[in-house]
């Protein structure tokens, strides 16, 4: 092709050109963090790629949680699948299924917690939120409220946010729709636990003990 001469070629503007290729503080913080971490990989380089304990946790991407430190464990001895609230969505099960089908996996441990973000929310108030806003609502006693400039985005009305209200009954939900999943074997045992943000302790939920037995 024909070079465009120099007039009409467009140069970044030079705000933008900062903006992207500088890093935040943040992410030089993980670089950092990274580079003294890998200086003392030692052999972890050599771990198998199947998870060596053979189980996978479900669990909440919320910060409080660590399951390395709760239920411990080292780098290759499990699989860990997170997201809001530690659902049993189409996804993790997705994950599930690709633990145990193609990396042996024989065990699911799914872990709610206490003072869960899911708890405070339902479908049709992030659906509003977002119809509003993208921004970062705010949450005081009467509720949520957008603080947001717009524009919004009605697409979160089509979504299941998978929010609950009572978080035993939501362990023993997922832990039955994992147990009743078509693609997950019956002789994979399911176990149920909430996880006490307040004292680091994991607690069983009978009833989802029961549901995730195996057959």
Known sequence: GVNAPMALVKKPRADYVARTMSKSPVVQSVEKANSEYAANFGDKGKLPLPPGRHFTVLTCMDARLDPAKYAGLSEGDAHVIRNAGGRASDDAIR????????????????????????????NDI?????TSSLDTASIDASGWHDVGQGPGSG?????????????EASVTEDVKRIRQHALVPGYIPIYG??????????????EAMKAGSTH
Do not use: P
Request: glycine letters at 8%; one cysteine or more.
């Open 95 to 122: 994950s599930l299924v690709i633990s145990q089908r193609f990396l042996g996996t024989r065990e699911i441990i799914l872990i709610h917690h206490t003072d869960c973000g899911m708890e405070l929310f339902t």
């Open 126 to 130: 992030m659906g509003d939120l977002l």
């Open 155 to 167: 697409e979160g009305h089509y979504i299941n946010w998978l929010t609950f209200k009572n978080l």
């Open 193 to 206: 636990f909430v996880y006490d943000v307040k004292t680091g302790k994991l607690i069983e939920v009978a």
